[in-house]
């Protein structure tokens, strides 16, 4: 069960905070690992040593793209069924907040808005353009796309009171929920548009990970979990292998939620 030796895999933001743990769960299933991610030597460096652990460096393989261009894409592509072969499993991971995330809505820049939409949204759509219609073109695949708790409900706003990451007051921006939820959207219209093309398009949503924010937030978002704490970053990883496996195979236009219970309160 759970076999993903028979399959290449491509993760956007693959060198990222949740995409460098699923990277490593992929890679332990037995997939062929493509990591993406807008910091290419980052995710050089993440393939080198995954390749590294499992004594193989031919099976994991870093690259540089910006999935909001379309001729990143298809060069990604190419370098991809060069070096691992046909992908049959697309992660849409990679994700933004801006430079500018923390700004308060009644005067966050339209640009950053503007940054941010292209890379979530659009670049999500070009990566299903690209990849996703090679899979439909061959009659099978699996399309994953990573959400967000604050796509599907609103955030509290009370849990930022004293609330900083690494040292600064943090929120969730709108431009963030509302790229979320325009990517569960996207994720609904291709599994019924790919369904009788043998491809699965479904969703991950998290909930809040730990990664550095201060006791203040943990506190209080903790408080608002029925397990009563925050996710650990490899907590994600089994939603992920699961609708990259054939285990899989009858789930189709499905949002996996991974929250503690945070959306059943």
């Not at 190419?78 to 046909?86: I, Y």
């Not at 808005?113 to 009659?139: I, K």
């Not at 706003?157 to 900083?164: H, P």
């Not at 650990?232 to 699961?242: H, N, P």
Request: hydrophobic share 40%.
């Amino acid at each position: 069960m759970f076999d993903l030796s028979t399959k290449t895999v491509l993760i956007t933001g693959g060198a990222g905070i949740l995409g460098s743990r699923i990277s490593h769960a992929l890679v332990g299933c037995g997939a062929r690992l493509a990591i993406a991610d807008r910091d290419g030597p980052k995710a050089e460096a993440l393939a080198q040593q995954l390749g590294s652990d499992i004594g193989d460096l031919s099976r994991v393989r870093g690259y540089r793209v910006d999935v909001s261009r379309r001729q990143d894409l298809l060069q990604l592509q190419d370098a991809v069924e060069r070096d691992l072969g046909e992908v049959n499993v697309l992660f849409n991971n990679i994700a933004t907040k801006s430079a500018n995330m923390f700004a308060p809505f009644d005067a966050f820049p339209l640009e950053d808005w503007n940054e941010v939409m292209s890379v979530n949204v659009t670049g999500a759509m070009l990566s299903c353009q690209v990849f996703g219609s090679a899979m439909a073109l061959r009659g099978a695949g699996s399309v994953i796309t990573t959400l967000s708790i604050y796509g599907i409900v609103g955030p509290d706003q009370r849990i930022y009171e004293g609330a900083l990451y690494e040292g600064r007051q943090i929120n969730t921006p709108a431009v963030y929920s509302t790229s979320k939820a325009a990517l569960w959207g996207l994720t609904k219209y291709l599994a019924t548009y790919w369904g009788h093309r043998g491809v699965r398009v479904n969703a991950i949503t998290p909930g809040g990970v730990f990664s550095g924010q201060n006791d203040e937030f943990v506190r209080r978002y903790s408080a608002r979990v029925p397990l009563g704490r925050m996710a650990q970053r490899d907590e994600m990883s089994g939603a992920v292998v699961f609708l990259a496996s054939d285990e899989s195979s009858y789930v189709t236009g499905q949002n996996l939620v991974v929250d503690g219970g945070l959306t059943a309160w």
